[in-house]
């Protein structure tokens, strides 16, 4: 069967760092927890919504690129790229508190937790899922819609039992909606358009899911984006 197709209303526009590379994006009672990439300026920051001012980071070493993370209770979980690790936070002191080892997947992209486990992607067509307390890696699933399987996933967001993914697939900006029992690609959102700003010539994708429970939405945003976007999904 083939994914449900959704179209998309923008509620707001909010200003973005048009120098963060955006690569995790997280928010959690007004506030926005961000990780930025690329060597040497990869970050981990608390960020205002409204303004778009960075309140507080953490820069992470020069040799990691980083990539994905969430928040659960006190703590943010951060990804890296290719070093086969991830990190722990502490929330309000933003010290890191230690680290864990990839065992399975061999790189680090997207991050998110269902309320009992982690699920993280590699770029692969899989997703992991990381036991809660040590985070090593469970078991894993094959994402995949009609045509096959789907690889190139990337930023996680779990949201009412689905993992929301962005697809590592250039400017095509696009989102799909994952059933992390099964693998299968229960929906798929166009985000082209979207963003009306000025666009890297490359390294310009579409990065960020963050849910805003109090309103049921999604704040949105991409690498070296101006802007921050908050929409309201719609079936077509």
């Known amino acids: ?37 690329r060597l040497g300026e990869s970050t981990l920051r608390k960020v205002d919504l409204a303004t778009g001012e960075v309140l507080e980071r953490a820069d992470m070493a020069g040799d990691e690129f980083g990539e994905g993370m969430t928040v659960v209770g006190d703590r943010m979980y951060v990804l890296t790229w290719e070093n086969n690790r991830g990190h722990i936070y502490d929330k309000r002191s933003f010290k890191q508190l230690g680290s864990f080892d990839y065992q399975k997947s061999t790189k680090g992209w997207g991050l998110t937790h269902d309320g009992n486990r982690f699920i993280k992607s590699d770029g692969t067509s899989r997703l992991y899922f990381l036991d809660p307390e040590n985070l090593t890696e469970t078991g894993s699933i094959e994402v995949f819609d009609d045509n096959g399987s789907v690889d190139s996933i990337n930023e996680l967001e779990f949201i009412d039992g689905k993992v929301y993914a962005n697809l590592y697939h250039g400017d095509r900006d696009e989102i799909v909606i994952i059933n992390p029992e099964t693998g299968v690609i229960e929906g798929k959102i166009n985000f082209v358009g979207l963003y ?13 899911i963050a849910y805003k429970p109090d309103t049921k939405t999604l704040l949105l945003t991409g690498k070296l984006w101006s802007k921050l976007y908050e929409v309201r999904l719609k079936e077509r």
């Open 196 to 208: 009306d700003g000025k666009r890297a010539p490359y390294d310009n994708e579409m990065n960020g």
């Open 1 to 37: 069967m083939a994914p449900k197709a959704y179209s998309f209303e923008v509620l707001n526009v909010y200003p973005h760092d048009p120098a963060a590379f955006t690569q995790g994006l997280y928010y959690d009672n007004g506030t926005l927890y961000e990780t930025t990439g």
